[in-house]
């Protein structure tokens, strides 16, 4: 089992832009992060795979990016162009089988779950 490590949260206004970390501390061919906001349930918002290939909420696609790096057993979410509703606890996950397209609806279907980390996005 891998440990998964969120960081770079924080508050930030309507148009800023966050970068967000997971270190991870084994491999997993896909990650993913995903977001729950109060009240609302968990979504999917941007998965990777090993041969690099991703998938996108579509309320994020062109905002936001995920990468890894495999050197530093990190993975990233450069998120720009915030907005209110990106208001959200955000959690990094690790899979080993799945596509990215069909993993980003499918949460249940990811093995290890980070702690997570907030965003907060004011207008």
């Known amino acids: 089992q891998v440990q998964l490590v969120e960081s770079g949260g924080g508050s930030v206004q309507a148009g800023g832009s966050l970068r967000l970390s997971c270190v991870v501390s084994g491999y997993r061919y896909f990650m993913a992060w995903f977001r729950q906001a109060p009240g609302k349930e968990r979504e999917g918002v941007a998965v990777?795979?090993?041969?690099?290939?991703?998938s996108y909420a579509d309320s994020v696609k062109g905002r936001f990016t995920v990468s890894k790096d495999n050197a530093k057993s990190t993975l990233y979410l450069q998120m720009n162009s915030l907005k209110p509703e990106d208001t959200a606890m955000y959690y990094c996950?690790?899979?080993?089988?799945?596509?990215?397209?069909?993993?980003?609806?499918?949460?249940?279907?990811?093995?290890?779950w980070g702690q997570g980390t907030l965003v907060t996005v004011s207008s």
């Open positions: 990777i795979a090993g041969d690099g290939s991703t």
């Open positions: 996950a690790a899979g080993v089988s799945g596509s990215v397209s069909w993993l980003l609806q499918h949460a249940n279907d990811f093995d290890e």
